[in-house]
T-cell receptor, first 114, second 109 residues
Framework: EPEVTQTPSHQVTQMGQEVILRCVPI?????FYWYRQILGQKVEFLVS????????KSEIFDDQFSVERPDGSNFTLKIRSTKLEDSAMYFC????????????FGPGTRLTVL | RKEVEQDPGPFNVPEGATVAFNCTYS??????FFWYRQDCRKEPKLLMS???SGNEDGRFTAQLNRASQYISLLIRDSKLSDSATYLC??????????FGKGTRLSVIA
């Protein structure tokens, strides 16, 4: 069964450093998403991406964040200058039909900012 | 603004028990409904969509009550592996998923 994959599984970085989290969505999916979950809290939406552009973003997704689909398979989330409060689990999700068809999540990248 | 509200639990049930969760949603225009499960420190996994007429998938039954704006999930013959947090989602159109904190279920041997 096809699945969303993410790398790395765990990323440790120093405050102020840039990180890039990578995702490979399910191959025939057209909608891509990033979510994050701070330990002990709920899953929060960051950004959605369709047709090579951001379709929606939350207030969390500020100028420090960017997304890119550099080729036909990868979908990346970049955090330009990490802060301590960026420490969280970051989940990529994809969907064939948009949210109405259900979204499928990757296993996540645990980001630890020291 | 809470899109959905669920009893956080935990629900502690013995193996073989039947357990039901309810979830109320605030947006009456919601059209698509889902149940996800999330194991500790893992990703949410789509358990099932919820259809207007109700639907069943093995031991799991989902129901929608539009008049009262709630969805429910019934788990029959609970297994230890059902222990997880169950998250409901209600969306209108192609909007991002908004999760609550979910309902925690512990199935005990």
């Amino acid at each position: 069964e096809p699945e969303v994959t993410q790398t790395p599984s765990h990323q440790v970085t120093q405050m102020g450093q840039e990180v890039i989290l990578r995702c490979v969505p399910i191959s025939n999916h057209l909608y891509f998403y990033w979510y994050r979950q701070i330990l002990g809290q709920k899953v929060e939406f960051l950004v959605s991406f369709y047709n090579n552009e951001i379709s929606e973003k939350s207030e969390i997704f500020d100028d420090q964040f960017s997304v890119e689909r550099p080729d036909g398979s990868n979908f990346t989330l970049k955090i330009r200058s990490t802060k301590l409060e960026d420490s969280a689990m970051y989940f990529c999700a994809s969907s064939r039909l948009g949210s109405e068809g259900g979204q499928f999540f990757g296993p996540g990248t645990r980001l630890t900012v020291l | 603004r809470k899109e959905v509200e669920q009893d956080p639990g935990p629900f502690n049930v013995p193996e073989g028990a039947t357990v039901a969760f309810n979830c109320t949603y605030s947006n009456s225009a919601s059209q698509s409904f889902f149940w996800y499960r999330q194991d500790c420190r893992k990703e949410p996994k789509l358990l099932m969509s919820v259809y207007s007429s109700g639907n069943e998938d093995g031991r799991f039954t989902a129901q929608l009550n539009r008049a009262s704006q709630y969805i429910s999930l019934l788990i029959r013959d609970s297994k230890l592996s059902d222990s997880a947090t169950y998250l409901c989602v209600a969306i209108s159109g192609n909007t991002p998923l908004v999760f609550g904190k979910g309902t925690r279920l512990s199935v005990i041997a």
